[in-house]
């Protein structure tokens, strides 16, 4: 009786237990039919009505909080970070790197749950996000609304030809090849006193004259290397003697010369230098009260080749420039049209040339020392061991104005390859002063 006693109430717990397991399963199955007739249906309009009381029950649910708190002096209600909550939605990066950061403290309650209120807006409500953060879009400039234009370029404001057909014959170009020569010329016509020693070798007379002079530069500079100086020297006055019963008229300045010099530059003054210089007269000159001619054209004609070294110095103002050619190799070339006359220009007689072999120094310079005021010099240097030839040209211009100008001649020389005089004397000098007309172009 107690073992059947025993089963019955065995069988009885089994049965009761899967009444209950059943009965768990059909209430477990009917609760959701339950739930969804017994849910009330909202409309779209209640939605966001709730949505908003959420959102305002938990900004509300921060201010009771933030209000029960207490606050210490690093952390009050003018922190920064309290404007995130309360501003326009906004993503911050930070709040995402806060909530997620590993070294973010426990006792930190106003990153964490700043950072969850952040958080539980842009998960949930991401449609409601307006700006972004500074690192990507600043909410509080302005500039980024406005319409950026860019700038037109020139080149699309021209038409284009797209149907023409590019030809060169049509095209007008000029080509202008760079120009290493310079021109320089200056003319004048004066009238002058003059002063002829008695020795003077191409003889003269102290006198009232008047004076031609023609000056021409060409110079030809590639501004690298070479250099090609070209100087024409033109002179010639006569002069009215009441003394002289055998010549009305009779020259007393007649000078022909030509100058061409050849430079390659050595380094910054110093040139290796070729120069040539070329003199004669244009006509007949005589001595007062004589029939015998004392010069005449290519009686005498000398010309000088010179090899050597050319020093060069020109200021950048260009009030003093110097050229100094020194050339120990010169050959010196005679020439006496007239035979008669080649004793009294070093030839011999019944010769009309003469080669000599020597060295030369010549010397030009040009100084400014005021506006108005310029000196011009020559100093010219040849000796074939055996005689010496020096000439010293001195000029001194003083203008007036741009077309009047008064000009000093000084004209020390000294040769002694020609007869002397009862004198004795090598020494010759001439002078003159005039007051003219003086153009330069």
Not at 11 to 31: D, H
Not at 85 to 102: I, M, N, Q, R, W
Not at 320 to 341: E, H, I
Request: hydrophobic share 35%; aromatic share 16%.
């Amino acid at each position: 009786m107690q073992k059947l006693s025993l089963t019955l109430q065995i069988m009885y717990t089994r049965l009761m237990n899967m009444n209950r397991l059943i009965l768990g399963v059909l209430l477990f199955a009917w609760f959701p039919f339950y739930s969804a007739a017994q849910a009330p249906v909202r409309t779209e309009k209640q939605k966001i009505e709730r949505i908003g009381k959420i959102y305002s029950d938990s900004l509300q649910q921060l201010k009771t909080l933030y209000n029960d708190w207490k606050y210490e002096e690093a952390d009050t209600l003018s922190n920064p970070y309290y404007f995130r909550l309360f501003a326009s939605p906004t993503f911050y990066e930070k709040a995402v790197k806060e909530l997620f950061s590993l070294s973010t403290l426990e006792d930190d309650y106003r990153a964490i749950l700043e950072s969850k209120a952040l958080i539980s807006v842009y998960a949930q409500r991401p449609w409601l996000i307006q700006n972004l953060n500074d690192t990507i879009r600043s909410s509080t400039s302005s500039s980024y609304e406005q319409i950026i234009k860019p700038n037109v370029q020139l080149s699309k404001q021209v038409e284009e030809k797209t149907n023409e057909e590019f030809n060169l014959q049509n095209l007008d170009i000029v080509v202008h090849r760079p120009s290493f020569w310079t021109f320089r010329a200056n003319v004048s016509f004066q009238l002058m006193q003059n002063y002829v020693s008695d020795n003077w070798y191409k003889g003269g007379e102290s006198n009232h004259s008047f004076l031609t002079t023609l000056n021409v530069q060409a110079n030809f500079d590639n501004k690298q290397k070479i250099t090609f100086n070209n100087y024409l020297e033109m002179k010639f006055g006569l002069q009215s003697s009441n003394s002289d019963t055998e010549h009305r008229y009779k020259t007393n300045t007649d000078l022909l010369r030509l100058t061409n010099e050849l430079g390659i530059k050595a380094s910054k003054h110093w040139y290796y230098s070729a120069m040539l210089q070329s003199w004669t007269q244009f006509y007949r000159s005589y001595k007062k009260n004589e029939k015998r001619v004392r010069s005449d054209f290519m009686s005498p004609f000398e010309g000088l080749f010179t090899l050597g070294m050319k020093y060069s110095l020109h200021t950048k103002n260009n009030r003093f420039n110097v050229n100094a050619n020194l050339s120990p190799f010169a050959c010196d070339f005679k020439y006496v049209s007239r035979m008669g006359l080649a004793p009294s220009f070093g030839v011999k007689p019944n010769h009309h040339t003469r080669f000599d072999y020597g060295s030369n120094i010549t010397i030009t310079a040009k100084w400014t020392p005021w506006k108005n005021v310029t000196w011009d010099s020559r100093l010219f240097y040849y000796t074939n061991y055996k005689y010496a030839q020096i000439e010293w040209e001195n000029t001194i211009y003083l203008r007036i104005n741009r077309f009047l100008s008064t000009k000093l001649f000084l004209y020390p020389r000294f040769d002694d390859n020609v007869r002397r005089k009862d004198s004795g004397s090598y020494f010759q000098f001439k002078e003159f002063l005039s007051v003219g007309i003086d153009y330069s172009f």
